[in-house]
């Protein structure tokens, strides 16, 4: 009789766990609170589209070798499209672009003086090509970037974007959060033809093929180890019984799952900190960013976006990266930001949060006019983005928790790492190895 598998979120963790998994004959269900496969990754469709949208931004790197591979796995390489899309700086009340014609001769043009120009290039470099992360996590990146790039660089560039990213917490992240991130990051970027939904609901019909069964709109309500081993999980009043079960969800979710867990991991799930996303989608009828940048970095001046200038981290004009005609002509903006789940952004109603992020908009395009919304859409996720702190890795849980045969796989644990579907592609096949390798 073959072990039986639970696996919590058909997220791209969750997926590719199940996907190798039910390719090495284990019986398993995945359970997903949604309606549809996909996380954070999930998009959707308006009726005049060909092709979904993502929720939240998303694109790969062309050296995301997880995602890629697994991608080619399916038979569908193909259908992955890696334009060279524009990514800005919006720097006093103007857009910079960070990447052309190159990125020397772009940081050329940034307007500070020759030294300070000299440095950051250089610290760029450097990252670039230094592959040891660990030593960097001893430091907060503010007081590595201050003292390697000097003061009027990270003044001027880093601090401001550190304090979009990550608010009061900014001075707090560690260097090798930020090293990742310079470190990976390519200038073509890459999507899946008909978008990211696409590709997961790809992946889910080949977990379906593969003899998974995958339960949409059902909620997991607690899981208990029992006196023999296995662990009974409760899903809508009834319970079921699994000799392994993975757990996507946030690390708050899983201590509210597992009452159960021992007191030094519950902990460390305690301790974790992490943000949440918000974004407000724009239908427009008339390009935006009319230098067809793609990805606008927005700097803030305040910890609190909504008392900063700007109340969104990010500005992002999908339609410069991927063709209009695909989404029936729109010209489909995102305005985006991490704020805490406790926010006032969480609270307020999704008009009130759309009119905020509108009402700036005219700063960065003085054409714009709220005449050119067709459509507008409002997503809130309260675990989206994990803050590492110095020494990181120190305070990460296991994938393998105390309890035998029960994992967590959640986006706090892909550490240097950015949060994305590439490295939740990796955790998800590597928490199945260990799966199989411990039943």
Known sequence: MSKRVAIIGAGATGLSAAYDLARAGYDVQVYEAGAEVGGLAAGFKDDTWDWTLEKFYHHWFSNDEFVLGLIEELGARDKVLLPRPITSLWLDGKIYQMDRPNIVVANLRLPMSWIAKFRYGLVGLYLRL???????????????????MGREAYERLWRSLLIAKFGQDYDKVNMAWFWARVYKRTTNLGTFEGGFQAFLELLADRVRE?????????????IEQTPDGTFAVTIGGDTGTFDAVISTSSPRIMQRLVPGLPADYAAKLDNLKSLGAVVVILALKEQFLTDGTYWLSMPADHPDKAQAEFPFTVVVEHTNYMECAHYGGDRLLYCGDYVAPDHEYFAISEDELAERFIAPLKR???????????????????????????????????????????????MS????????TNYAVEMGRNVAAMVQADL
């Open 130 to 148: 230094f592959k040891n992360w660990q030593p960097m996590e001893r430091h907060t990146a503010e007081d590595w970037l201050r003292r390697t």
């Open 210 to 222: 593969l003899g998974a069964n995958l339960h949409l709109n059902t909620r997991v309500e607690g």
């Open 364 to 410: 960065i395009n003085p054409d714009f006019s709220p005449d050119w919304i067709r459509k507008r859409w409002v997503f809130r996720a309260p675990y989206a983005q994990p803050v590492p702190f110095v020494n990181h890795s120190q305070a990460l849980p296991d994938l393998r928790t105390p309890l035998k045969g029960l994992y967590l796989a959640s």
């Open 413 to 420: 644990q892909v550490y240097p790492w950015d949060r994305g």
